[in-house]
T-cell receptor
Framework: GEDVEQSLFLSVREGDSSVINCTYTDSSSTYLYWYKQEPGAGLQLLTYIFSNMDMKQDQRLTVLLNKKDKHLSLRIADTQTGDSAIYFCAKTSGGGADGLTFGKGTHLIIQP | DAEITQSPRHKITETGRQVTLACHQTWNHNNMFWYRQDLGHGLRLIHYSYGVQDTNKGEVSDGYSVSRSNTEDLPLTLESAASSQTSVYFC???????????FGEGSRLTVL
């Protein structure tokens, strides 16, 4: 069954912060990833966090990892229209390194 | 620059026909993957390969097959296309197991 959960939609005003949340059931992943998919394109790696870290910051992006609650979040500061996309949380699949398991993706909608 | 390319980008076919989607990467990655993306399901793993002559079934492998005769290519074949296989298909590759995936631009397949 599904072991990576995300909300399907998030709507924010331009300039505000966006927080996209992800929960997972299997804590064996070494890395956890955030991918971004723009319309009509493939997925591109946005950022990642090593499983022994609590936080990672990269310019406007902040990733928070709560291993106890198996919760991962992506915060985008000063959200711009170019941030409009689908954001996927992903973790290493269980039982070996057979690809990544993805959440269903969160559509980030930017209101002017 | 190294890259991963998929072809065709768009295809319309009829139920029962055989269809092959091509995936070619120039990074010399050993690991290659095929996913399908559907609304409400996110990305689901179809097949994957860890190297030449190696193929493995993913979560939704029924009705699909792959072959790996060289490092660069992992073609995906639908032996007898069904309407349920209408989807967007993404090929990906990775230099290390469980690591970052690099995605192609996707192939949109419509089965009538």
């Amino acid at each position: 069954g599904e072991d990576v959960e995300q909300s399907l939609f998030l709507s924010v005003r331009e300039g505000d912060s966006s927080v996209i949340n992800c929960t997972y059931t299997d804590s064996s992943s070494t890395y956890l990833y955030w991918y971004k998919q723009e319309p009509g394109a493939g997925l591109q790696l946005l950022t990642y966090i090593f499983s022994n870290m609590d936080m990672k910051q990269d310019q406007r992006l902040t990733v928070l990892l709560n291993k106890k609650d198996k919760h991962l979040s992506l915060r985008i500061a000063d959200t711009q229209t170019g941030d409009s996309a689908i954001y996927f949380c992903a973790k290493t699949s269980g039982g070996g390194a057979d690809g990544l398991t993805f959440g269903k993706g969160t559509h980030l909608i930017i209101q002017p | 620059d190294a890259e991963i390319t998929q072809s065709p980008r768009h295809k319309i076919t009829e139920t029962g026909r055989q269809v092959t989607l091509a995936c070619h990467q120039t990074w010399n990655h050993n690991n290659m993957f095929w996913y399908r993306q559907d609304l409400g399901h996110g990305l689901r793993l179809i097949h994957y390969s860890y190297g030449v002559q190696d193929t493995n079934k993913g979560e939704v492998s029924d009705g699909y097959s792959v072959s790996r005769s060289n490092t660069e290519d992992l073609p995906l074949t639908l032996e007898s296309a069904a309407s349920s296989q209408t989807s967007v298909y993404f090929c990906a590759s990775s230099p290390v197991q469980g690591g970052e995936l690099f995605f192609g631009e996707g192939s949109r397949l419509t089965v009538l």
